[in-house]
């Protein structure tokens, strides 16, 4: 994928000496940060995730036929417009609130765009894998695909999960229908990716990438603030932080953390395979929090100048990455299943693959209850 080359040394050239070595401007010890404004600490981190952006998208237009180099740095890409774009979400008191508004929106397209391709094909790998693990053959044919979606936080949950998840099955039960399951997934999962494809390729060729790009390209050195921007950074700052953490708590309120604290609930599964939709309509406070969840540590990096984020946040993270993927791995095997005319050998298979992949679902949710309450122990 190559998203127009003109357009991507333009950016570059505009930006070279401003970006090159980005640095938060002003004070850059985190105890200095706070004697600054809190525009030049907004600024000086959102200075630093467009050069981010602009050398990515540098890189991805020269990597050619390279695969390998277009994921990582289409990876680097997505990770930089998320950054970017939930730091216009949570300051946007201190920024012109219109402008902020439009550049999210597009940084949210562009990233969801670019994320589509790799998602379907760690999808894939991950049901062919365990497909193969469930009927006690190996992952035969998916040595090639990648792991997992690598956003550039920490990763996400590779194809096996948690290993014995207490939802496999006789492998002689398996052997006729996974070969037949696996090949229909295949099919659908690849057409999905190619369309994918398709679309990152036509939008990275598109005016409206171009000016996101242009956009991109000039806040690496200018940043519209508001005029609070320019009150002392310890004074403003804390706001907007604290409202991102109070709805991430708010969020995590409201899930069934209780049901959760038991790996592998057969309660939760047994519903999930007798109403699959109700099953994943239940997912969707999980995908919340997880969003927030990362709203909430963009907002610790602006505060920290760049700095990690709490080792156990990032862990919650993890926890949440997997439920995720987990969570669509079933979908789509559930989806499959759907398919008009297909054998009851291949029906049973993939019924088989769902409810594994629910089981990887609700150790997920053990996992994140394990790790939230670790937190909360420890808080002050």
Do not use: K
Request: hydrophobic content about 45%; aromatic content about 4%; charged content about 20%.
């Amino acid at each position: 994928m190559t998203p127009g080359g003109a357009g991507v040394q333009h950016h570059e050239a505009d930006t070279a000496g401003s970006v090159g070595t980005a640095r938060p401007a002003g004070p850059s010890p985190a105890n200095d940060a706070f004697e600054a404004t809190a525009g030049q600490v907004l600024a000086g981190y959102l200075n630093t995730r467009c050069g981010d952006f602009l050398r990515s998208l540098r890189l991805y237009g020269e990597s050619g036929s390279d695969t390998a180099a277009a994921e990582e740095a289409a990876s680097a890409l997505r990770c930089s417009a998320r950054r970017i774009g939930g730091s216009l979400h949570t300051f946007r008191v201190l920024l012109d609130p219109v402008w902020a508004d439009q550049l999210r929106t597009e940084l949210g397209w562009l990233s969801g765009t670019l994320a589509q391709e790799y998602a379907c094909t760690a999808r894939l790998h991950r049901l062919v894998s365990a497909l193969g693990r469930l009927s006690g053959a190996g992952p035969a044919g998916a040595a090639a695909v990648p792991r997992s979606r690598g956003n550039g936080e920490g990763g996400t949950g590779g194809a096996g999960g948690t290993g014995d998840t207490g939802a496999s099955a006789a492998p002689g039960a398996l052997t006729v229908g996974a070969s037949r399951a696996g090949a229909l997934l295949e099919r659908q999962l690849t057409l999905a990716r190619t369309r994918a494809h398709s679309a990152a390729l036509q939008a990275l060729g598109s005016s409206r990438f171009h000016a996101v790009a242009d956009a991109v390209a000039v806040l690496a050195s200018e940043v519209p603030l508001a005029p609070v921007a320019g009150a002392p950074a310890a004074e403003i700052l804390a706001a907007p932080q604290s409202a991102a953490e109070r709805r991430l708590l708010d969020a995590v309120s409201v899930l069934p953390l209780a049901r959760a604290a038991h790996p592998y609930n057969a309660e939760a599964l047994i519903h999930g395979l007798s109403t699959p939709s109700d099953g994943e309509a239940q997912d969707a406070p999980w995908h919340q929090v997880r969003l927030l969840l990362r709203l909430h540590m963009y907002a610790q990096e602006v505060r920290d100048l760049g700095s990690a984020p709490e080792p156990v946040l990032a862990e919650a993270g993890r926890a949440l990455d997997r439920h995720r993927d987990a969570a669509e791995a079933a979908a789509a095997a559930a989806n499959a299943a759907r398919t008009p005319r297909i054998a009851p050998a291949t029906a049973y298979a993939l019924g088989v693959l769902h409810a594994d992949q629910r089981h990887e679902v609700e150790a997920a949710r053990y996992e994140f209850q394990r790790i939230w309450q670790r937190r909360a122990a420890t808080a002050p």
